[in-house]
């Protein structure tokens, strides 16, 4: 079974512009959530969505949006991109049923400069 | 708001030995779960172990275990037989609804 798969691995942006990144979960998993990663801030979490429908957010500006489509695939956007910005950006699938054991399959994760 | 504290940014340990990373959280919540994630160099997130928090055994993967107290809200990682490839970046996490990490301990294994 493939794992979570996150395109692009790299990218470089400059101040001002937008990016937007994509994440393909495992198959059968519904839920996707992204994760913000920083020297200095660590692992932070940006939000999670099931069956499309964003279900918990956490406490980013509004610059950072996603959604995510029928066939479970999701895209995070980061507009108005600061140098703040630039940081590892990690997806994560799960099941998320009722047999869920809260484990989370990482992607290996975008890598975002921001100049 | 749940938090994760990982009080030792970095350990080492001799190859073949033992070591334990420890981990503390704080929430409300009575059902929740806990895990080890580890991120060697090639960056990509590896579940190491999960324990559930309403099991009192304490959850054991080959190597690795873990000592829960859930009344100290305690969450330690125990590596025995310590070997290179178990050099990484250990991050403790809590999820009850999203998974909130640790700030991570860097483990160098020495040979």
């Known amino acids: 079974k493939a794992g979570v798969t996150q395109t692009p691995r790299y990218l470089i942006k400059t101040r001002g512009q937008q990016v937007t990144l994509s994440c393909s979960p495992i198959?059968?998993?519904?839920?996707v959530s992204w994760y913000q990663q920083t020297p200095g801030q660590g692992l932070q979490f940006l939000f999670e969505?099931?069956?499309?429908?964003?279900?918990n957010k956490g406490n980013f500006p509004g610059r950072f949006s996603g959604r995510q489509f029928s066939n479970s695939r999701s895209e995070m956007n980061v507009s108005t991109l600061e140098l703040g910005d630039s940081a590892l950006y990690l997806c994560?699938?799960?099941?998320?049923?009722?047999?869920?054991?809260?484990?989370?399959?990482f992607g290996e994760g975008s890598r975002l400069t921001v100049l | 708001a749940q938090t994760v504290t990982q009080s030792q940014p970095e350990m080492s340990v001799q190859e073949a030995e033992t070591v334990t990373l420890s981990c503390t959280y704080d929430?409300?919540?009575?059902?929740?779960?806990l895990f080890w994630y580890k991120q060697p160099p090639s960056r990509q997130m590896i579940l190491v172990i999960r324990?559930?928090?309403?099991?009192?055994q304490n959850a054991t993967e080959n190597r690795f275990s873990v000592n829960f107290q859930k009344a100290a809200k305690s969450f330690s990682l125990k590596i025995s037989d310590s070997q290179l490839g178990d050099a990484a970046m250990y991050f403790c996490?809590?999820?009850?609804?999203?998974?909130?990490f640790g700030q991570g301990t860097r483990l160098t294994i020495n040979p």
């Open positions: 198959s059968g998993h519904r839920s």
């Open positions: 929430t409300s919540e009575s059902d929740y779960y």
């Open positions: 994560a699938s799960s099941l998320a049923d009722r047999t869920n054991t809260g484990e989370l399959f």
């Open positions: 996490a809590y999820r009850r609804d999203s998974l909130v």
């Open positions: 324990q559930e928090a309403y099991k009192q």
């Open positions: 969505y099931f069956s499309e429908t964003q279900r």
